[in-house]
């Protein structure tokens, strides 16, 4: 287990260094001059000159990439032409934002996603599947900033149960950066239902197209398994349907489930800046998208890499929990 | 499966048990100190504030968290609701005959809020800081300007010595924001002017301090109980500037009360339906803006004057201004009409299809098939419409217009050579300081040339003299008939479409008073200055 943990966590090196190398390469060839938008259209060129010399913009393209990746291990991100501070502590603050979102709308869809499909594919072709399949066609074809626009016009505006805006209004010890884990640690009953509702909505919003591909997958795979041999023997010793549904069939489907739940983890972080943008979500969507507008360099570096970063990491984790549904998958191998 | 149901449910009713016990009002997310207001007055703006240090601020936003937690020298006359410059942190000041010394005396009543003092040091530390980091706003007195020529005389006055005559020096101190230098010096790291220091909080002695700053979401502002002039009762202690992009969403924060003032840069609809709502106030000034469309004059086509005078007189002025624009004023000249110097007497150009073919007859491209470029922000809807009404109005003259989208780097690229720059350029140009300057010697005068604000390559030599002069010239009448002088040679030289100076809407609750737009980028957003009613 040690071993694959490891070689696992060895494999990755090489993609963050593609990654890397590819959008440290794109962000450069991008047509625009990011040092004079950040100066000012007055800065003179003296101005410019200097800035230049001081990001090291005035280096060769591979030299810039070498100090990049030599900073990188010192925990210097380079510095943003935004905010004129290290991308890392900018990345800091606002990742956890977007990580308790996507946490959030993954555990919503998640419980929404698997009982809605164990439930469809059980009444397979009946009104109840029809119906989630229906709702399922629509997580999945609804862009997920007009379903924003529509919850925060719907129970922000109109039923005004919800606040239109922000992560929290009562103050909670940052400890880890997730309001909802510190409130819990702190003991702060307020603080833990004002983060949840103002979490809510967004994580609807977010997690509608996940749950339903989960539950899709959770169909489709439930709905393979019925026939097989060992359901049929189950069955034919008198097993509890409950029983065979959840121990025997969910176990087997799960494992494509599970390579659906990693992906999706991935791309929530990705498909958060919409709905942030919609909420006011204090996470790392205006910061990676001012830093597009401004063509800044390492902040649009640094943002995709800690993406592609934990997109990554969640598949090393659902590479070893595999191995909990299946234990013929051996890791050592 | 039931077992799962109850599940569900059981996690539904706890995370709304939690939810409905968080009990607490979202308009009282904190106690207000202004009566009537039971929270922090709200104000959405629609960019993040990148640095609230006054030596770095540039853009809008960043420029009001100046405004409110820092003083200039010299601050827009808002009483008189004008923009011309009138003493802030200064008491009075002489300007010696030649235009060359400026001897200011400051107030002496004033305190940082740290409670250090504010003294001539802190001008002349204020400065170095300026020129030294060379960004933000330092352009304005890089050529004119050493620290060694910026002296105190005593601890009220200080004298600054220009390099070169430069008409609008005070006008240009509005952009001048004081720093503590006291309280700098001491969080000084390697020589760094206290750069590391004002990363995340401020050294001013502005109306209001930095409470809290929330990078991309939330800069809160609280009130400076010293401040120098004083607070009523019913002006805002605590206000929040929630930033804010996404269009759907302000609109729901004004109109649900959960905000008190949104921004200018909203699509004109929605100020339409803002104003159908008895609860809102839409205010509609003469913006100090211009939007115009420069031509190259060093690249053909529109290198020839009748080729330019062709499309100014075949583009739909009307279209632009009531449709695109919703009622707009049509620019008179290049310097925009609210702006002290502003040359009435401009012919102001009309769509004449006809008149139009008769330029194009009398250019040396007659008979060509003739094609020009425009390039304008891909991602504005407006943008958008007038690439679609200059294909069509100068599709009556036989010139065909290729359509550049292009982003906002594309363009600033674009800018910086005579060969990247396209034939046509949508340009929005605001004042960039309070002097009619701005508009003519700072778009062109040939320094100004590689930037987005003269994308018409103008170079004519009458006009240079002309605006050397003006800034030279001390006595103000003579000087502002100089600076008509160079916008009536400018304008007759057809660098440009002159549109419109685009109306400037703001909306804001119906029980906020004390709005006041003067025309200066980010002062109308001076919190100071609202109240109750």
Redesign the interface.
């Known amino acids: 287990m040690g071993r694959f943990i490891g070689k696992r966590l060895f494999g990755i090196i090489p993609t963050l260094f593609g990654l890397i190398l590819l959008i440290f390469l794109l962000s450069r060839i ?5 040092v ?2 950040a ?6 060129p ?2 410019i000159v ?2 230049e010399e001081k990001l090291g913009l005035n280096n060769p393209i591979p030299i810039q990439f070498i100090n990049y990746i030599r900073g990188l291990f010192t925990g210097d991100m380079g510095m943003s032409l ?4 290290n991308v890392l502590l ?1 990345i800091k ?2 990742f956890p934002a977007t990580f308790e979102l996507s946490l959030i709308s993954m555990i919503i869809s998640v ?2 996603g698997v ?1 809605l499909g ?2 469809s594919a ?1 009444k397979n072709n009946n009104w109840a599947d029809h119906l989630i399949r229906i709702f399922s066609l629509s997580g999945i074809a609804l862009p997920r ?1 007009w379903l924003a ?1 529509l919850l ?2 719907v129970f ?2 109109w039923l ?1 149960v919800f ?5 929290g ?2 103050e909670v010890a940052n400890i880890t950066g997730l309001r909802i884990i510190d409130s819990l640690i702190t003991g702060n ?2 603080g ?3 983060s ?2 103002h979490i ?1 909505l967004p994580a609807l919003s977010l997690s509608m197209a996940t749950a339903a591909q989960i539950m899709r997958m959770t169909r489709t795979n439930m709905l393979d398994q019925v026939n097989k041999d060992y359901v049929l023997a189950a069955e034919s010793y008198g097993l509890p349907e ?1 029983l065979v ?1 959840k121990r025997y069939m969910l176990k087997n489907a799960f494992i494509s489930v599970l390579t659906t739940i990693g992906m999706q983890f991935g791309s929530l972080i990705g498909n958060a800046f919409l709905v942030e ?11 990676a ?2 830093g597009i ?3 800044d360099y390492n902040a649009i570096t640094g943002v995709t890499l800690i993406i592609g970063f934990f997109f990554v990491i969640i598949n090393v984790i659902v590479d070893l929990l595999y191995g909990l549904f299946d234990p013929r998958i051996k890791l050592e191998s | ?1 039931k ?3 109850k599940l ?1 449910l059981v ?1 539904v009713s706890t ?1 709304l048990l ?7 009002d ?1 308009n009282s ?2 106690g207000s100190s202004t009566p009537g207001l039971n929270r922090p007055f709200v104000y959405v703006a629609q ?2 504030v ?2 609230i ?1 006054p030596a ?1 601020v ?1 853009d809008e936003t960043e420029i009001i968290a100046a405004v409110n937690l820092y003083d200039p020298l010299f601050y827009p006359d808002v009483e008189n609701e004008k923009m011309d410059p009138v003493e802030h942190l200064a008491k009075s000041y002489e300007v010696s005959e030649d235009g060359l010394v400026y001897t200011i005396n400051l107030r002496d009543d004033v305190k940082f809020h740290s409670n250090n003092p504010f003294t001539a040091d802190d001008v002349l530390f204020t400065m170095e800081r300026m020129l030294s980091i ?7 007195w ?2 004119v300007l050493t620290i060694d020529n910026v002296k105190k005389l005593d601890d009220y006055t200080v004298e600054f010595k220009l390099n070169n005559a430069y008409a609008p020096f005070i006008s240009s101190l509005t952009q001048f924001f004081i720093v503590d230098s006291k309280l700098l010096k001491e969080n000084e790291e390697n020589g760094d002017f206290g ?1 590391k220091y004002l ?1 995340s909080k401020d050294a001013g002695s502005g109306p209001y301090m930095l409470a809290k700053w ?5 800069l809160d502002y609280k009130a400076f109980d010293g401040y120098w002039g004083g607070w009523k009762d019913n002006q805002f202690k605590d206000v929040q500037m ?5 269009e ?2 302000v609109k ?2 004004l ?2 009360g ?1 905000a008190d003032m949104v921004h200018q840069w909203l699509n004109f609809s929605n100020y339409s339906e803002f104003e159908k709502n008895d609860k809102l106030v839409v205010q509609k000034d003469p913006s100090a803006k211009l939007q115009h469309i420069p031509m190259n004059m060093q690249k053909a086509p529109t290198d020839d004057i009748n080729v330019r005078k062709a499309i100014a007189q075949a583009f739909d002025y009307k279209a632009a201004t009531k449709d695109i624009l919703s009622d707009s004023v049509q620019a008179v000249g290049p310097v925009p009409i609210i702006v002290t110097g502003h040359n009435n007497q401009v012919e102001v150009i009309d769509q004449d299809v006809e008149k139009a073919k008769e330029y194009l007859a009398a250019s040396k491209y007659s008979g060509d098939s003739l094609k020009v470029e425009f390039m304008f922000l891909g991602d504005n809807p407006e943008s958008r419409q007038y690439g679609q009404l200059l294909k069509d109005s100068l599709s009556k003259i036989g010139i065909d217009v290729k359509l550049l989208p292009s ?4 363009m ?2 674009a800018a ?1 050579t005579v060969e990247k720059t396209p034939n046509l350029m949508l340009i929005s140009d605001t004042l ?1 300081y309070p002097h009619v300057d701005s508009h003519t010697y ?1 778009i062109y005068h040939p320094s100004a040339q590689g ?3 003269s994308t018409s390559w103008y170079n004519n030599e009458e006009t240079t003299v002309v605006l050397d002069e003006a800034r030279k010239q001390t006595d103000e009448t003579q000087q502002l008939e100089l600076y008509k002088k160079a916008q009536q040679i400018i304008s007759e030289d057809i660098p440009s479409i002159y549109v419109a100076n685009p109306t400037h809407n703001i909306a804001y609750a119906d029980y906020v008073d004390g709005y006041i737009f003067v025309g200066v980028m980010g002062y109308d957003i001076a919190f100071y200055h609202l109240s109750m009613k």
């Open positions: 991008m047509p625009g001059d990011s004079r938008l100066l000012g259209p007055e800065a003179t003296e101005q200097a800035m935004r905010t004129g501070r900018d603050e606002t419980a929404v009982p164990i439930l059980i900033f626009i925060q016009l922000s505006y005004g606040p239109v805006i922000g992560r209004t009562i009953i307020a833990l239902s004002d949840l509702l809510l409950n549904y943008t919609v909420f006011g979500w204090p996470g790392m969507a205006q910061y998208i001012q507008m401004y063509k | 499966m077992k799962i149901i569900m996690c995370s939690l939810v409905g016990c968080g009990g607490e979202k997310d904190k960019q993040v990148g640095s240090d770095k540039i060379g960004q933000g706003n330092s352009w304005l890089n050529n750069q990363d929330d990078r991309e979401a939330q929630k930033i804010i992009t996404e759907a969403t729901t924060l109109i649900s959960q982003t906002w780097p594309q600033t690229e910086t960039k700072g930037s987005f604000r």
